[in-house]
C-alpha cells in the first residue's frame, strides 16, 4: 500500500478513501486519539509487554486509517484487501474488526457520522421530506421445505401472502 503516492494526489485519494487529502489529514489526529484510547482499554488484557510481537504492514496511523477508509470505500473481500495491503485475509479481518469502531468513535465524537436507525415512516418522511420513491433491498429469510408437494405449496402461499402483508403496513 503506497500511501505517500495517495496523499500527494488529491483525486486519487478520493477515489480510494472518499476524502480529500485535507479531509484525510484533519481525521489522523482525532483518529490517532481514539486509536491510542482502544489501545489503552486492550492493554489490560494484555499477555505480553507493550511494543512485543510483530511489527505488521500498518506501522503508523495515517497507514490505519488509510487502511479502513479504504476498506469502507470498495468494500473488497478480505482476500482482495489483504493482496492489496499484503498481508494474509486473516489478519485482514481483524484489522477491520479492530479499526472499524475506532473509525466510528472518531466519527461519531467530530458529529460527523450518518444516523443509520429511522424506525418509522413517520420518521422517515420527517427526516426526508421530499422523498417520492423508496426501494427496499431485502434478504430472504430461510424456510425448512416440506416434502410433501401440497404442503409445498401451502407453505408458499402463505409465505406470500405474509411478505405482501409485511409491505402493505410499510406504505
Given at each position: 500500500?503506497?500511501?505517500?503516492?495517495?496523499?500527494?494526489?488529491?483525486?486519487?485519494?478520493?477515489?480510494?478513501?472518499?476524502?480529500?487529502?485535507?479531509?484525510?489529514?484533519?481525521?489522523?489526529?482525532?483518529?490517532?486519539?481514539?486509536?491510542?484510547?482502544?489501545?489503552?482499554?486492550?492493554?489490560?488484557n494484555r499477555t505480553?509487554?507493550?511494543?512485543?510481537?510483530?511489527?505488521?504492514?500498518?506501522?503508523?496511523?495515517?497507514?490505519?486509517?488509510?487502511?479502513?477508509?479504504?476498506?469502507?470505500?470498495?468494500?473488497?473481500?478480505?482476500?482482495?484487501?489483504?493482496?492489496?495491503?499484503?498481508?494474509?485475509?486473516?489478519?485482514?479481518?481483524?484489522?477491520?474488526?479492530?479499526?472499524?469502531?475506532?473509525?466510528?468513535?472518531?466519527?461519531?465524537?467530530?458529529?460527523?457520522?450518518?444516523?443509520?436507525?429511522?424506525?418509522?415512516?413517520?420518521?422517515?418522511?420527517?427526516?426526508?421530506?421530499?422523498?417520492?420513491?423508496?426501494?427496499?433491498?431485502?434478504?430472504?429469510?430461510?424456510?425448512?421445505?416440506?416434502?410433501?408437494?401440497?404442503?409445498?405449496?401451502?407453505?408458499?402461499?402463505?409465505?406470500?401472502?405474509?411478505?405482501?402483508?409485511?409491505?402493505?403496513?410499510?406504505?
Open positions: 500500500m503506497n500511501l505517500a503516492t495517495a496523499l500527494k494526489n488529491d483525486r486519487l485519494c478520493k477515489s480510494l478513501t472518499g476524502l480529500s487529502v485535507e479531509e484525510f489529514t484533519r481525521l489522523v489526529p482525532d483518529f490517532k486519539w481514539n486509536y491510542k484510547e482502544s489501545r489503552i482499554a486492550a492493554k489490560a505480553r509487554k507493550y511494543g512485543g510481537g510483530r511489527t505488521g504492514n500498518l506501522v503508523t496511523i495515517e497507514h490505519k486509517l488509510f487502511f479502513i477508509l479504504l476498506y469502507l470505500k470498495m468494500y473488497p473481500t478480505f482476500d482482495v484487501l489483504g493482496w492489496i495491503t499484503g498481508f494474509e485475509k486473516t489478519r485482514a479481518n481483524r484489522w477491520v474488526g479492530i479499526l472499524l469502531p475506532i473509525l466510528e468513535q472518531t466519527l461519531e465524537r467530530k458529529m460527523v457520522l450518518p444516523e443509520r436507525k429511522i424506525t418509522t415512516v413517520e420518521e422517515l418522511v420527517r427526516k426526508f421530506p421530499g422523498i417520492k420513491d423508496i426501494l427496499i433491498d431485502g434478504t430472504e429469510r430461510r424456510v425448512q421445505r416440506p416434502k410433501n408437494k401440497k404442503k409445498q405449496k401451502e407453505t408458499k402461499q402463505t409465505l406470500f401472502r405474509e411478505k405482501e402483508s409485511s409491505y402493505e403496513k410499510k406504505i
